[in-house]
């Protein structure tokens, strides 16, 4: 069975630092990895893609990849309360292109 | 504007009946998703197709049926069978360049 883990959270971080959200996943042969986040009772947003090892900036985000430890990891810099939200990791299955999803963390920046 | 358009944001269904949950995308996407979220849960598959006219099942497919008749659409029946139907059902679509999945709004069904 293959799997994304993440820790559920709360995560509580206060306004300005730094947040950070962790993933591991199972398959060693995954290649694409997504960072989501869902506000409550809204569907996810996309807000980060990585493919290779090292580190993708998109303004205030960070995606980190390092595939040997089959971790993948969001930076929030200056953390806002309109951060505020669920933030799901997933990866592809290249076996079957099915998107594997972690269970998400839950983070609250305080303001 | 393109996009993942689900319809209808809310769907109240009685017991026994069959509901049709509708999505459309315009972003040309092969690719197309059912997921299913129970409250403080996280997604579920139900099915998915990578093709026109092909699908697939996903992880919690009983008492789910869809088609793929055309590339833009995507629909997914909620038959008498499937037990528990209460819960929000995501529509998605991706890409297959990046493999970026995109969500539509979701249609929350109740069932009475």
């Known amino acids: ?111 | 504007d393109g996009g993942i358009t689900q319809s209808p944001k809310y769907l109240f269904r009685k017991e026994g009946q069959n509901v049709t949950l509708s999505c459309e995308q315009n972003l040309n996407h092969d690719a197309m998703y059912w997921y299913r979220q129970d409250p403080g849960q996280g997604l579920r598959l139900i099915y998915y197709s990578q093709i026109v006219n092909d699908f697939q099942k996903g992880d919690i497919a009983e008492g789910y049926s869809v088609s793929r008749e055309k590339k833009e659409s995507f629909p997914l029946t909620v038959t008498s069978a499937q037990k528990n139907p209460t819960a929000f059902y995501l529509c998605a679509s991706s890409t297959q360049g990046t493999g970026e999945q995109f969500f539509g709004p979701g249609t929350r069904l109740t069932v009475l």
């Open chain 1, 1 to 111: 069975q293959k799997e994304v883990e993440q820790n559920s959270g709360p995560l509580s971080v206060p306004e300005g630092a730094i947040a950070s959200l962790n993933c591991t996943y199972s398959d060693r042969v995954s290649q694409s990895f997504f960072w989501y986040r869902q506000y409550s009772g809204k569907s996810p947003e996309l807000i980060m893609s990585i493919y290779s090892n090292g580190d993708k900036e998109d303004g205030r985000f960070t995606a980190q990849l390092n595939k040997a430890s089959q971790y993948v990891s969001l930076l929030i810099r200056d953390s806002q309360p309109s951060d505020s939200a669920t933030y799901l990791c997933a990866v592809i299955d290249p076996g079957t292109y099915k998107y594997i999803f972690g269970t998400g963390t839950r983070l609250k920046v305080l303001a």
